[in-house]
């Protein structure tokens, strides 16, 4: 895919592009244990097992995880046209525990597009399909400015 000129990319070609050399640069996220499983312009797809040093002293995931876990798949899905784009707020609703050994998913997807910002929702899932929580984020796009080099 590397190979393929700029212009001759499909939409989806470019989020592909854009999520291998992001991860490539996310050490934050690979140190978590967090893979970005699926992406496409507007959506983005993560994955998480709960590991022990994520427990909370209740022996549930720390929020903070959580809500990374999420910010991760927004970070994905608003980078995906390969604009370089930030987080400018997000909120996050805690709805149920996540336990050791959880496999955690959220997905990404995008609301709203308008200009420089944007709006993507997130809903994070275990592996028995229990909702875990639900997060909103804003985005701000740096017109002009790619998400990674091409």
Request: proline share 3%; charged share 20%.
């Amino acid at each position: 895919m590397t190979d393929t000129p700029v212009t001759d990319r499909t939409p989806q070609q470019t989020a592909e592009l854009v999520r291998e050399r992001m991860y490539a640069n996310d050490r934050a996220v690979r140190g978590m244990g967090i893979d970005v499983t699926e992406v496409a312009p507007g959506r983005a797809t993560v994955t998480m097992t709960v590991q022990g040093h994520m427990l909370n002293g209740h022996a549930i995931c720390h929020g903070g995880f959580l809500a990374t876990l999420c910010d991760t798949a927004f970070a994905y899905a608003c980078n995906s046209y390969n604009e370089l784009t930030v987080a400018s707020s997000f909120a996050i609703e805690l709805l149920a525990p996540a336990r050791e050994g959880d496999l955690l998913t959220a997905v990404s997807v995008e609301m709203s597009k308008s200009g420089r910002t944007g709006v993507y929702d997130s809903e994070i899932t275990n592996q028995r399909g229990e909702r875990i929580a639900l997060f909103r984020g804003r985005s701000y796009t740096m017109k002009g400015k790619p998400a990674v080099a091409v």
